[in-house]
């Protein structure tokens, strides 16, 4: 379903308690942590832009994170309450670590694998033997490891090399690696400074079977004690989300020029194509109907793999959709 759609598709968003906070209520601090990626940081940053914390009785204090592994390191030391991030949602609270409450969006196109043909890669098929860099752990590595066994190569039939995101860009541009799986905005870097580089797949060629999602996730403790935070969250997040979707152009515009003027506003847009997001009526039919655990549960599965999770804990335990479905209403 096209964007433009997706309005026409769904009712109005009705949130349960939907007035404004009483002036006088008291402000909740939050420490938000978050990676700096459209797909994942969208949604906040619209809502901060427009307001929407503060009308929801909450002041964001926010912490960049380069992976999300850094900010699940960050929120079992208790530094941050609740984190926003990419596909490890389904690998730290499969070990106990956090609870899932809130879905941003999917990673339709976002996650992308480039190779240098004049390094004899023009194939997926040719990447076997090669050296690949990438973010072990991350949704880059998740996409990678699909798209390799999709095609018939066991990942262990390639050296991939583990770095940091923007370590692994430059590996590729310097021609030290065949490919790079990466997530955007790499991909801009690499169309700039590697322009003969190729774009061998992206993670859309895997809808919906093995989608993985973005979202929220908050500390144990924090999700035990402070469900009415939660729920304020919830509430500022859904109206962003909604404005992105019915008002995209001017919503993309804010928070480019905000929060990231080092990319072009048509590359924005291109970023946004890229994702796959719904109406906050739309999610919560996914929430309901066991859509985003079955994709939760997907990447769990590849965690407990990869990195030999003992007795993981199943996305029907870690990723709790009641307080969304309390708060958003059809």
């Known amino acids: 379903m096209q964007r433009r759609d997706l309005l026409k598709a769904s009712g109005a968003v009705v949130l349960a308690g939907a007035a404004s906070r009483p002036a006088s209520a008291a402000t909740t601090r939050v420490k938000v942590g978050y990676l700096h990626s459209l797909a994942v940081d969208g949604q906040m940053w619209l809502a901060e832009s427009r307001g929407l914390w503060k009308k929801h009785g909450l002041q964001m204090d926010y912490i960049q994170f380069q992976t999300g592994i850094e900010g699940f390191q960050a929120m079992t030391g208790g530094s941050i309450d609740v984190l926003s991030t990419g596909a490890v949602l389904s690998n730290f609270p499969a070990r106990g670590q956090g609870k899932v409450f809130l879905i941003n969006d999917i990673e339709f196109a976002t996650a992308q694998l480039w190779c240098h043909p004049s390094m004899g890669v ?30 018939g190569i066991d990942p262990k039939e390639v050296t991939l090399i583990n770095q940091r995101m923007p370590d692994a860009v430059t590996a590729f541009i310097s021609g030290a690696v065949a490919a790079v799986a990466l997530w955007v905005p790499f991909n801009e870097a690499v169309k700039a400074k590697s322009p003969d580089a190729r774009m061998l797949i992206d993670a859309s060629a895997y809808y919906p079977k093995d989608a993985i999602v973005d979202g929220w996730v908050a500390r144990n403790d924090f999700f035990d004690k402070r469900k009415d935070v939660l729920t304020r969250i919830i509430k500022g997040w859904a109206e962003a989300n909604d404005y992105l979707i019915s008002h995209s152009d001017s919503a993309l515009a804010t928070v480019q020029r905000l929060h990231y003027p080092q990319v072009s506003l048509p590359d924005f847009k291109d970023e946004f194509r890229d994702q796959k997001v719904f109406t906050s009526v ?33 996305a029907s335990r870690y990723f709790d959709p009641s307080l969304y479905l309390a708060t958003i209403r059809a």
């Open 122 to 151: 023009k194939t997926i098929a040719d990447l076997k033997g090669k050296k690949i860099s990438t973010t072990l752990g991350t949704t880059a590595h998740v996409f990678l490891d699909t798209a390799l066994r999709a095609n």
């Open 282 to 314: 739309e999610w919560r039919q996914k929430y309901a109907d066991g859509t985003i655990t079955a994709w939760l549960q997907h990447v769990t599965d590849f965690f407990a793999g990869y990195a030999s999770i003992p007795n993981p804990v199943p």
